[in-house]
């Protein structure tokens, strides 16, 4: 059975899907005048996926993430301000500004790094969740890939070792439709990414990615689960991004409209504000409250991010090695 | 007839020439389509970069996206081209070949050997090199030298609009496996190109400059961070001659040193990290074939021992610029 | 339905079959003694998977086999004699000696060649199978791989990427129950290895791998599929090998006996004679006039082996390119 | 306390006390334990040549078999490494590197400098390298030089038992990224060991014969056909200095560089093929810091430029001899 989440768990996720969404948001703004560069990949739409599974997360908790990772590293936990200032390169970022969008980490936060490479996570997470494992921690590893990443090679082979090695992993899919412009009906060679998950001998469900309940519950089952001992699980949240693959794509090859209807119609934080605040006792004053909070975070992050220093020549050579 | 065309143009003109003059050539990769499978557009991206844009309206079912599956597409172009096909596989980025390196040097570049001269593997690879984009440590790299090591393998590594395309409808024609690197920052130059077909041999470089005090080798990008430098050592009396040697394997041997015998002095720029790279390889065939002419040490002007950093300070100084290159002519010629 | 086997299929199969034994077994011996070099995987035990499936290949089928190879080379029509040479290292074999057992190729018999790599093979064969879509030759391709390559994920892309082209390919994974000397109930998380099938939109059936018939009866539902242009199929053939991993392994990870009762009681080919001299009309005299002949075949071959050539010194950096 | 024990045994002392005196290490590969989920004996095989045999009865779970799936674990090595484990992970021959190598040089490799200086990755991968076991094309080859080129890793190519142990335990020890590269070849070859538990630090080459004519550098099995020819050209007067770079990165540049110094002659010996392999970089290194000095061109005694033959007069042919070796010292010393 599911968990209740109090007032405060709400008020948390909605924080943190709204601190994603206005997130990403200015960054589509601030990369199209110009302020951003390399290659960004937004997160907007797919807010209660990572919100859903990171609430329930412990610090020590790691998770694994891929090229659309600011909303993994927000709901883990990273600062916002660091993420903001690594977006754009500058030496006060996550990771001075040597990593930029494609590979925010902050391990301490137990975040093990996006990851510029399609199915670059799903072995790194086993480690991760085999280090948890030995260390009998009753922690796990979480790893979101796409549906894209679904049919690389290193995420079959890391579900099966995970099965095998009886790991404390869970496997999210984010079923956005799409891997860049290839529509997952074409690549995907099943019905459901969900319907691999018996090949590799773990449970997979099929969830409703745009419900951050239904998100929350289907994590529970498979993090208790993990914790347990019992080993791993498959996620598939069906979802939408609500930007093109990464900014600066026109997006021809989704249906006319796709993307307005969807922003209006299956929005997942306009859909949990409504439930909220229908029947959870949470008041539509406190989602404001966040609102105006989110925004002046936001407007900081990128004032900070604007404002700080690049690295400079001294830090070409640095950071290579621990020991020289 | 020539024109100005860009470098992604001229590649997309010589894929375009080969497809129409030869059923058997087929091409597949992420995205070289878009749009597969969706309900929007078809052809929609014609590679991340637009350079396969069009094929798919002439060509159909030839051009083929795939799932993100480098192990497997590029492994059944392996396959296809050991069974009468000519695939020319798109690799996105250079970056990727950590998935899929098996299909590639133990596979495509060995059967030829391990199955007693039998085998015939014309597959071209196709993928996007070097840094510039912004695009940090693992959308940057320049792995050409790791190709170039291994035996059954050819590597192009093409400079101009006009040697991409005769070296790309050369790469499709040879019957061995083709390594084929497109510099992503090129893909915007413009040169002349003839819109006839043509090929440009493998294994003979380029004379891009000439020149009577230095010689400098330098690939790909490189070739214009080195003429910019050749032009600004010019206004100093140092005559600079720059060779392309277009391709790393074969390699042009004799070009090089004829032009080292002339100059008996030379700096080889590579964008490649400075271990066991083309610097290090081109290096140490001069010094052994070329010694009596030498009256310097060898000058290697290359990024440094560290991935590509994002920030873009940082990667222009990763980047051999024509300063550096400058330096170390400099350096070389004052040698006495 | 199955098609109706003549007599001459059948005693064609047997030949095959048993030549495949009789070769392995020698090669076993002829290793013992020290005249053979390398690593060295012998196919003893599962000849009714290789020869069930190789009946119906026509020529131009493509065949990509693994490391133990010898028996998939056999059954595809490749020359005893010039494999022998090759096993031995010889000018005659195969591949000139250059290649070795783990690389006998033959590509104008459709054999593209055995594999070191462990999962090298499945996407080979998707080539080939692309090949012959794309010529419309009807041809199809198959490809064997163990229990152990079945983790591989060369293998599971090639899954998904067969049935997302719909390429007339046939993956067959003759399940030994051990990869080296893991056990298969360890390394494959999931029952059986057909159960991935559904995971790549794909027919999956399990097959007695001892039963030619079996064997036969199941490729050629998954041949005609293949050849009609409705895409992969996957067949897990069950079965045993009756030697080590590679000659040299003592087989300490097998229950004691274990090679003993299976050559005693599962033998493919004692089955196979049985049943085809109960009910198919063939005679005892007729499989022991093919077993003469075998005899002499296998004879033939070791001494053609030990008298040719070796390479020598001009051979070595030859048949590295076509054009230098 | 030495005794004489094999290049083998050495390794599996080095991992047993490394294990005994950090619970962070572990061990994980294909049937590194072997026998897992069967009905026979467990701890069967101790990796495919033994070599971690005996290590599961001691540490249990500590050693752990796989799939094969070495994109899996190896990126599980990977990761476990970053979450705070010492693991050490088998990568059976480094021929198998094809299948995982993103996972090493993109992601072990990177992390540090991608995220800043904030990632420890201290994993390291044990492979088999080289050639002579009649084990043909996808089974002997010498793939250090392409791990060599990547930043971020440290590559270790022991020579000896003794070597073995040291640069081992220092392998596990060290906190970033290794690959440690043990000659098949050499896993029989017997030497002092001491007993207990040591290091030998990376970056430190052994002079493992002193001389004056001239410097060879060899690495790995080739350190001992350096010897070989050492011992046949000293009876004809000419003294060879042997250096063993021990590892390839970092990179002991002084001790090759004062040798050279001293006798201005130097012959490389890489078992790898020849384009940009170690002896390419190395030579690349001496031609240009050593220019001064040097009074012959640098012969590299290198692998052909083709895939490692099977049958065994072409392999023996194929491997750098001590004859070959000799050939090129006399060349070289000859060369006025
Ligand atoms: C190994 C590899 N292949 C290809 C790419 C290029 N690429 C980056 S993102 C992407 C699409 C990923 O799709 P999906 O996994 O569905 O994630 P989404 O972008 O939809 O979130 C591709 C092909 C890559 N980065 N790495
Ligand atoms: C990529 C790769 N990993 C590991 C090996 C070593 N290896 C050779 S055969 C083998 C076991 C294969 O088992 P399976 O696929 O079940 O085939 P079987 O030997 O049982 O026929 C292993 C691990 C290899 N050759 N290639
Ligand atoms: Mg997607
Ligand atoms: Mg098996």
Redesign the interface.
């Known amino acids: 059975m599911a968990e209740v989440l109090s007032v405060e768990d709400l008020l948390d996720a909605y924080r943190t899907m709204k601190t994603i969404r206005e997130f990403e948001d200015r960054v589509h703004v601030e990369f199209a005048k110009g302020g951003i560069?390399?290659?960004v990949h937004l997160y907007a739409g797919e807010e209660a996926s990572a919100t859903g599974v990171g609430l329930q997360l412990r610090n020590d908790d790691q998770l694994a993430s891929n090229h659309r990772g600011h909303g993994h590293c927000i709901a883990k936990g990273v600062e916002v301000k660091g993420m903001m200032a690594e977006i754009y390169?500058?030496k006060t970022g996550t990771?001075h500004?040597?990593?930029?969008s494609?590979?925010i980490a902050d391990l301490d936060a137990g975040m093990m790094g996006a990851?510029?490479?399609?199915?670059g996570g799903p072995p790194l997470a086993c480690g991760a969740a085999l280090a948890a494992k030995m260390k009998g921690t009753g922690g796990l590893a979480v790893v979101f890939c796409g549906d894209?990443?679904s049919?690389?090679?290193?995420t079959f082979e890391a579900m099966n070792l995970a099965t095998v090695w009886k790991l404390p992993v869970v496997f999210v899919f984010e079923n956005n439709g799409?891997?860049?412009?290839?529509?997952?009906?074409?690549?995907?060679?099943c019905k459901d990414i969900a319907d691999r998950a018996i090949g590799f001998g773990m449970p997979g469900q099929i969830v409703d990615g745009h419900d951050f309940f239904a998100v929350h519950d289907a994590f529970e089952t498979a993090a208790a689960r993990a914790r347990a001992g019992d080993g791993p699980s498959l996620l598939e949240h069906k979802l939408d991004r609500f930007f093109g693959h990464f900014e600066g794509d026109n997006?021809?090859?989704?249906?006319?409209d796709?993307v307005k209807r969807l922003r209006e119609d299956i929005c997942c934080i306009k859909r949990f504000a409504a439930e909220v605040t229908n029947s959870h006792g949470v008041s539509a004053e406190q989602l404001n409250e966040i609102d105006e909070e989110i925004a002046v975070l936001i407007d900081d992050a990128v004032a900070f991010a604007e404002n700080s220093p690049?690295?400079?020549?001294e830090?070409?050579?640095t950071d290579?090695y621990i020991n020289y | 007839m020539a024109r100005r065309i860009t470098y992604m143009q001229a590649i997309n003109e010589a894929l375009d020439q080969e497809m129409a003059r030869d059923e058997s050539v087929?091409i597949m990769g992420?995205?070289v389509v878009?749009?597969?499978?969706?309900?929007?557009?078809m052809d929609?991206?014609g590679g991340?970069l637009g350079v396969t844009k069009g094929l798919y309206g002439k060509y159909g079912d030839?051009i083929?996206?795939?799932?993100?599956?480098?192990?497997?597409?590029?492994?059944?172009?392996?396959?296809?081209?050991?069974?009468?096909?000519r695939?020319v596989c798109e690799l996105m980025f250079i970056?990727?070949?950590?998935?899929?390196?098996?299909?590639?040097?133990?596979?495509a570049?060995?059967?030829?050997?391990?199955?007693?001269?039998?085998?015939?593997t014309p597959v071209v690879i196709r993928t996007m090199i070097g840094a510039g984009?912004?695009?940090?440590?693992?959308?940057s790299q320049c792995l050409y030298?790791?190709f170039?090591?291994?035996?059954?393998l050819?590597v192009v590594v093409p400079s101009s609009p006009y040697d991409v395309k005769g070296l790309l409808i050369q790469a499709i024609r040879?019957?061995?496996p083709v390594i084929f690197c497109e510099h992503k920052v090129l893909y915007t130059m413009e040169g002349d190109v003839p819109e006839e077909s043509y090929t440009i041999p493998?294994g003979e470089a380029n004379v891009v400059r000439e020149g009577d005090d230095i010689t400098i080798i330098a690939l790909g990008r490189m070739v214009h961070q080195a003429l910019a430098a050749a032009t600004t050592l010019a206004k100093d009396g140092i005559s600079c001659e720059v060779i392309d040697p277009r391709t790393?394997?074969?390699?042009d041997e004799d070009t090089i040193l004829e032009s080292i015998e002339n100059t008996g002095r030379a700096v080889i720029v590579d964008e490649?990290?400075p271990?066991?790279?083309?610097?290090?390889?081109i290096?140490?065939?001069i010094?052994?074939?070329a010694?009596g002419d030498?009256k310097?040490?060898?000058?290697?002007v290359t990024a440094?021992?560290?991935?590509v950093?994002?920030?873009?300070?940082?990667e222009d100084?990763?980047i051999p610029s024509p300063a550096a290159i400058e330096a170390a002519v400099r350096q070389t010629v004052e040698y006495a």
């Open positions: 560069p390399g290659f390169g500058k990771c500004g040597k990593g930029g494609m590979h990851n510029g490479i399609v199915g894209g990443a049919n690389q090679g290193t799409y891997a860049e412009a290839t529509d997952a009906r074409f690549s995907v060679s997006q021809n090859y989704r249906p006319k796709e690049e690295p400079g020549p830090d070409l050579m290579v | 087929i992420e995205d878009g749009g597969s499978g969706s309900d929007g557009e929609a991206w991340v030839r083929m996206d795939t799932p993100i599956s480098e192990a497997g597409f590029v492994g059944a172009a392996v396959g296809a081209a050991t069974a009468g096909m695939p970056d990727f070949v950590g998935v899929c390196f098996d299909q590639i040097y133990n596979q570049a060995k059967f030829r050997y391990m199955f007693g001269g039998k085998a015939e984009f912004r695009a940090a440590a693992q959308h030298p790791m170039t090591a291994v035996p059954g050819k040879d019957n061995d493998f790393t394997s074969p390699f490649a990290t271990r066991c790279n083309m610097a290090t390889d290096s140490a065939l010094g052994r074939k010694f030498l310097a040490p060898i000058e290697m440094p021992h560290t991935p950093p994002f920030n873009g300070t940082l100084l990763y």
